[in-house]
């Protein structure tokens, strides 16, 4: 039978002490309190309401969309001015913000 080496007393992480042991300790405790309220809260007003909400958005959008095709076109070509330019202005955005901060007062 092998017995097991006999070891001191030692810290979780070198560099700590007994006392940011027992730090560590309370705030996963605290941690452990906020999940089980969470829990034991049970479902919000949101929680309830966000399917029905999105069902009845989505829902007008493809009648919409079904039903108007000047909409659709129009929307269309909205989405796509937006997804190029946008990155654009924060590229320019981020031109200006670099020139400022390599000015020295």
Do not use: H
Not at 57 to 85: N, R, S
Request: glycine share 6%; aromatic share 6%.
């Amino acid at each position: 039978m092998r017995t097991l080496p006999v070891v001191g007393p030692t810290t979780p992480r070198p560099g700590l002490t007994y006392g940011d042991c027992s730090k560590e300790l309370e705030a996963t405790e605290r941690e452990n309190i906020v999940t089980i309220a969470r829990e034991n809260r049970g479902a919000s007003t949101w929680d309830s309401l966000r399917l029905p909400f999105f069902v009845i958005i989505t829902t007008f959008l493809l009648v919409l969309f079904a039903t108007q095709k000047d909409t659709l076109t129009t929307t269309t070509a909205l989405a796509t001015a937006l997804t190029t330019g946008l990155p654009l202005l924060m590229k320019l955005v981020g031109a200006f913000a670099e020139k400022r901060s390599d000015v020295k007062a």
